[in-house]
């Protein structure tokens, strides 16, 4: 297949190296990228769009830009031309998904998402798979390396949040502004893509309550450690007759569950469907060449004429079901006090209650600065 990149940072390097090194499931004709000065004498490397797009024969567009705009619009632009379309980009896929599959069914054509979500993780795949014979009810993981890689450093080397922080920054794994992924607001597009492949509800993100880990310290973890727990971020997903429950939460799991175990920066998911039960993924969910691996195993799956339909439906979001005990340090513990089976200090934990008692209770602390955990029953 013919086809163009649009990007080649770290994601779209990687994609250029491999199919370079794999001449047999394509050419990649164009290059699209910002600043051609970065990019050394390889010709095919363009800052013009039109030479881009007026490449002939055009196929399949690639795009690992990242950001909602121009990615958004370039891949409306593909898609209308009848070009199939491979992206790693969640946040704009998140907020155009439905947009952007009428499109592609309106034209013939695919636009395919797994390195969105788990890097090279072969999840969004293997929901799909499983749709073959099952039906997907719930899905769970650890879907964002940088607050994992954070975790395990804080749980490991009894480190502070700002040292694991700047640990995971040196190391590559986390960015000079890190608000998506310590707010969790990856984690939440990441949550809306599964849900619609698993699912086939597409929630809009802001939907989906989330709570990061920008607030955790020593002491949480240390509380967490003696009770025999490890706190992860966890963003995970059930299908009701009526509705969908979703969420982005850090969560204390007893040390004996799998994903307590999935440690560093990799990512640790499973799906319950029908007869399979449940099914467990783990691997590297980010990084240059674990993602560039899923974007080509998509390009090699439209060759191979793969064809996958996806249709959405709307459903709400509603975490009424969403129960349990709460671990809430708060400069308000006094808020808690008729709700609250252990207070100590800023310490609170709660009796069992519903996540939206819980929220009327955090919005009455008022505390822009507390740190929330569910406690894992
Ligand atoms: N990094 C990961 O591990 C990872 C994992 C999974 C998914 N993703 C997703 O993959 C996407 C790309 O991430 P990345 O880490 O590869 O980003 P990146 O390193 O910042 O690369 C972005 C590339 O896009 C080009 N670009 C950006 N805006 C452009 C514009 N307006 N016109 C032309 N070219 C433009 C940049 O050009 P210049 O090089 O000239 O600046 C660069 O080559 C994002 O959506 C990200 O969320 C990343």
């Given at each position: ?12 390097k990687?994609?250029?190296?491999i ?23 390889d ?17 399949l ?8 705009e ?32 009428d ?34 009810t ?29 640990g995971?920054?040196e ?31 597409l ?23 003696e009770?025999?727990r ?13 509705h969908?429950e ?11 569950s799998?994903?307590?175990g ?10 319950v ?30 060759g191979?004429?793969?064809?996958v ?7 709400p979001v ?14 308000h513990?006094?808020?808690?006090h ?40």
């Amino acid at each position: 297949m013919k086809s163009v990149l649009l990007g080649c940072g770290t994601v779209g390097k990687g994609v250029l190296e491999i199919m370079d090194a794999h001449p047999e499931y394509g050419r990649i004709a164009k290059v699209l990228v910002r600043n051609l000065k970065k990019h050394g004498d390889d010709p095919r490397m363009t800052d013009d769009p039109e030479a881009v797009f007026g490449t002939e024969n055009l196929e399949l567009v690639i795009e690992c830009m990242g950001g909602l705009e121009p990615a958004h619009t370039y891949v409306k632009r593909a898609l209308e031309a009848g070009c199939h379309v491979v992206t790693s980009n969640k946040k704009m896929l998140a907020a155009y998904y439905e947009e952007l599959q009428d499109l592609a069914e309106k034209n013939g054509c695919l636009i395919r998402y797994e390195a969105c979500v788990g890097g090279g993780i072969p999840w969004i795949h293997e929901l799909i798979r499983l749709q073959r014979i099952d039906e997907v009810t719930a899905f769970r993981g650890i879907i964002n390396g940088t607050t994992n890689y954070i975790l395990s450093g804080m749980t490991d080397n009894n480190t502070s949040f700002e040292e694991a922080l700047s640990g995971a920054q040196e190391a590559g794994y986390a960015e000079a502004d890190p608000t998506d992924d310590i707010d969790g607001y990856d984690a939440r597009f990441k949550v809306a893509l599964s849900a619609a492949a698993g699912f086939g509800v597409l929630p809009a993100a802001e939907e989906i309550p989330c709570y990061g880990i920008r607030h955790i310290s020593a002491g949480d973890i240390v509380w967490a450690k003696e009770k025999g727990r490890t706190i992860k971020l966890i963003g995970s997903g059930k299908l009701y007759d009526d509705h969908v429950e979703l969420s982005v939460l850090p969560v204390m799991l007893k040390n004996s569950s799998l994903l307590a175990g999935v440690a560093s920066n990799l990512n640790g998911l499973s799906a319950v469907s029908t007869t399979l039960g449940t099914s467990f993924y783990i691997g590297q969910g980010a990084g240059r060449y674990p993602t560039a691996h899923a974007v080509v195993q998509d390009i090699i799956g439209i060759g191979e004429g793969e064809r996958v339909t996806e249709h959405c439906y709307s459903m709400p979001v509603d975490n009424s079901a969403l129960i349990g005990c709460w671990y809430v340090r708060t400069v308000h513990p006094e808020v808690f006090h008729d709700a609250a089976e252990i207070i100590d200090g800023e310490t609170v934990v709660t009796r069992e209650m519903p996540f939206h008692a819980l929220q009327e209770l955090l919005a009455q602390c008022n505390d822009p600065d507390l740190f929330l955990a569910l406690i894992e029953a």
